[in-house]
């Protein structure tokens, strides 16, 4: 099983950068599919999810309305269309297939696979 993160980079306040995640290895369109993120000294947290055939999408509060999770079946892949950057945006972003839970809904799917991660740095 492989994800692979791609997009990352240096970016300034106000910015945009789509991250992408390639899979492999598993059925891809079986599982839900999220983004987290790490910054230094703090906790993993979930960003954004999406079920396995696009029909519901769930965001953290912070991003809600500048950051959009879509995915591609056809190509295994998955997105994080990021927009109005801010500082406290910057992170490690990983991408996650498996199913979870996250406000009260339940996102069903196999496994617990995570890539490597991509560094998304906000700053002028």
């Known amino acids: 099983v492989q994800l692979v993160e791609s997009g990352g980079g240096l970016v300034q306040p106000g910015g945009s950068l789509r991250l992408s995640c390639a899979a492999s290895?598993?059925?891809?369109?079986?599982?839900?599919m999220s983004w987290f993120r790490q910054s230094l000294g703090k906790e993993r947290e979930l960003v954004a999810v999406?079920?396995?055939?696009?029909?519901?999408?769930d965001y953290a509060g912070s991003v809600k309305g500048r950051f959009t999770i879509s995915r591609d079946n056809t190509k295994d892949t998955v997105y994080l269309q990021m927009n109005s950057l801010k500082p406290e945006d910057t992170a490690v972003y990983y991408c996650r297939a498996g199913a979870l839970s996250f406000r009260g809904l339940y996102y069903p799917g196999r496994g617990d696979y995570w890539g490597q991660g991509t560094q998304v740095t906000v700053s002028s």
């Open positions: 999406i079920t396995m055939r696009s029909d519901a999408t």
């Open positions: 290895g598993f059925t891809f369109s079986s599982s839900a």
